[in-house]
């Protein structure tokens, strides 16, 4: 299971991270995605954390946004600043075995996905 918090309201230029938190005893082997879907458009890959610590970003928040993971608290992290309206979206967590493919954006693809958190970028 996983549950995302973290989402909310904020100024263009502003900052939010987002957590994903996961429970069970597998989340270290797993890649944790994060995918969006504003209002009205379709899902988009936002990153992935491999289960080493690789990292992978769509090209719209790269230098704006960094992924994290803790594996400690069994807990990944979506770190969102110089927010645009542009990323106003839903933001989802979802984990999935380890693959050489790390842009996944369908929920089919993945093994789990979380319940989702608002994020709204007023401009």
């Known amino acids: 299971q996983l549950v995302e918090s973290g989402g909310g309201l904020v100024q263009a230029g502003g900052s939010l991270r987002l957590s994903c938190a996961a429970s069970?005893?597998?989340?270290?082997?797993?890649?944790m995605g994060w995918v969006r879907q504003a209002p009205g458009k379709e899902r988009e890959f936002v990153g992935t954390?491999?289960?080493?610590?690789?990292?992978y970003l769509t090209d719209s928040v790269k230098g704006r946004f960094t992924i994290s993971r803790d594996n400690a608290k069994n807990t990944a992290y979506l770190q969102m600043n110089s927010l645009k309206p542009e990323d106003t979206a839903v933001y989802y967590c979802?984990?999935?075995?380890?693959?050489?493919?790390?842009?996944?954006?369908?929920?089919?693809?993945?093994?789990?996905w979380g319940q989702g958190t608002h994020v709204t970028v007023s401009s």
């Open positions: 069970g005893r597998t989340f270290s082997s797993y890649d």
């Open positions: 979802a984990g999935r075995r380890s693959s050489t493919y790390y842009f996944y954006s369908d929920r089919s693809d993945y093994d789990y």
């Open positions: 954390i491999t289960w080493t610590a690789s990292t």
